[in-house]
C-alpha cells in the first residue's frame, strides 16, 4: 500500500494550527517581558538597586513627573517616537557611504547632552521638593533612602 505524501491538511486546520502558534508564542512574549521586568536587578531584596535619577523621579508628584517627560518627548507624539527618531537617525548614520564618524559621534553627543538635560531639571524638581520639606518628612525621605529606595506606594511601612 502506497501513502500520498502530496496530501495537503484541510484549510481550516492549517489557520487553526498557525492561530494556536501565534498564541503560544504571545503567552511565551508576556511571560518572559514580566520575567524581565521583575527581575532581581531591580528588586532591593536581592541585592539590586534602583539608580538615584530614577528614585528621584519616582518620588515626586504625577503632575511634574508628566510635566518633565513631555519636555523630554521633543515634539515628538511620545517618549517612545522620539526614542524611535532617535534610532533611525542613527541608523541612518551608520548606514552612510561614505561613513562620517563625526555624524555618528554628534547624535551620540546629542543624545547625551539631552539624557544630561533631562536629570538635572528632575534634580532641580525633586530639590524644590525637599527644600520645602519639614524636618521630620526629610528624616523619612532618608529613611526610604537607607531602606534601599523602597517607594511608599508599593511597600507597606513595617511595624515597629
Same mark, same amino acid.
Given at each position: 500500500?502506497?501513502?500520498?505524501?502530496?496530501?495537503?491538511?484541510?484549510?481550516?486546520?492549517?489557520?487553526?494550527?498557525?492561530?494556536?502558534?501565534?498564541?503560544?508564542?504571545?503567552?511565551?512574549?508576556? @511571560? *518572559?517581558?514580566? +520575567?524581565?521586568? %521583575?527581575?532581581?536587578?531591580?528588586?532591593?531584596?536581592?541585592?539590586?538597586? #534602583? /539608580?538615584?535619577? !530614577?528614585?528621584?523621579?519616582?518620588?515626586?508628584?504625577?503632575?511634574?513627573?508628566?510635566?518633565?517627560?513631555?519636555?523630554?518627548?521633543?515634539?515628538?507624539?511620545?517618549?517612545?517616537?522620539?526614542?524611535?527618531?532617535?534610532?533611525?537617525?542613527?541608523? @541612518? *548614520?551608520?548606514? +552612510?557611504?561614505? %561613513?562620517?564618524?563625526?555624524?555618528?559621534?554628534?547624535?551620540?553627543?546629542? #543624545? /547625551?547632552?539631552? !539624557?544630561?538635560?533631562?536629570?538635572?531639571?528632575?534634580?532641580?524638581?525633586?530639590?524644590?521638593?525637599?527644600?520645602?520639606?519639614?524636618?521630620?518628612?526629610?528624616?523619612?525621605?532618608?529613611?526610604?533612602?537607607?531602606?534601599?529606595?523602597?517607594?511608599?506606594?508599593?511597600?507597606?511601612?513595617?511595624?515597629?
Amino acid at each position: 500500500m502506497k501513502i500520498d505524501s502530496t496530501a495537503k491538511s484541510p484549510r481550516w486546520l492549517r489557520i487553526l494550527l498557525g492561530l494556536s502558534l501565534a498564541l503560544n508564542l504571545a503567552v511565551v512574549g508576556v @511571560a *518572559a517581558g514580566a +520575567a524581565y521586568r %521583575f527581575s532581581a536587578k531591580d528588586h532591593p531584596k536581592t541585592g539590586g538597586s #534602583q /539608580s538615584f535619577g !530614577r528614585m528621584l523621579f519616582r518620588d515626586l508628584d504625577r503632575q511634574t513627573r508628566q510635566s518633565l517627560r513631555r519636555d523630554a518627548e521633543g515634539g515628538h507624539k511620545d517618549f517612545h517616537a522620539k526614542r524611535q527618531a532617535e534610532a533611525q537617525a542613527l541608523a @541612518a *548614520a551608520l548606514k +552612510a557611504k561614505p %561613513f562620517n564618524v563625526q555624524a555618528v559621534e554628534a547624535l551620540l553627543t546629542e #543624545q /547625551s547632552v539631552m !539624557r544630561q538635560k533631562f536629570q538635572d531639571r528632575v534634580q532641580d524638581a525633586w530639590l524644590a521638593k525637599v527644600a520645602e520639606m519639614s524636618d521630620e518628612a526629610r528624616a523619612d525621605l532618608a529613611a526610604r533612602f537607607e531602606r534601599g529606595g523602597k517607594h511608599r506606594k508599593f511597600h507597606k511601612p513595617k511595624d515597629p
